[in-house]
Nanobody
Framework: QVQLVESGGGLVQAGGSLRLSCAAS????????VGWFRQAPGKEREFVAA????????YYPDSMKGRFTVSRDNAKSTVYLQMNSLKPEDTAIYYC?????????????????WGQGTQVTVSS
């Protein structure tokens, strides 16, 4: 079992950057692939990025490529999401999630464990 805690959200102007962190408890963090999702009011939860257990492979939807970068430090049991050139439409609650599975990491239902989320607000 793993517990996830996101941090790093906040208010930023359009064009700015934020780095989110997802800190995990437990001794087997390297057994989990981790994904980032976001949810804006009235919208479904949306896939943002994911990273494999070792960190060797990353996944992004086409809409996120080039602005968002996911990375991890297994020694610190932490996954990061670097977000650049932020836009008002990036405003949402951002969640990290973990899975031991080998399925589609862009699928919400693939994940067993979820953090509580961190709010990101981008002003125009």
């Amino acid at each position: 079992q793993v517990q996830l805690v996101e941090s790093g959200g906040g208010l930023v102007q359009a064009g700015g950057s934020l780095r989110l962190s997802c800190a995990a408890s437990g001794r087997t963090f390297s057994s989990y692939s981790v994904g980032w999702f976001r949810q804006a009011p009235g919208k479904e939860r949306e896939f943002v990025a994911a990273i494999s257990k070792s960190g060797g492979t990353t996944y992004y939807p086409d809409s996120m490529k080039g602005r968002f970068t996911v990375s991890r430090d297994n020694a610190k049991s932490t996954v990061y999401l670097q977000m650049n050139s932020l836009k008002p439409e990036d405003t949402a609650i951002y969640y990290c999630a973990a899975t031991t599975g080998w399925g589609n990491l862009g699928n919400v239902q693939e994940y067993t464990y979820w953090g509580q989320g961190t709010q990101v607000t981008v002003s125009s």
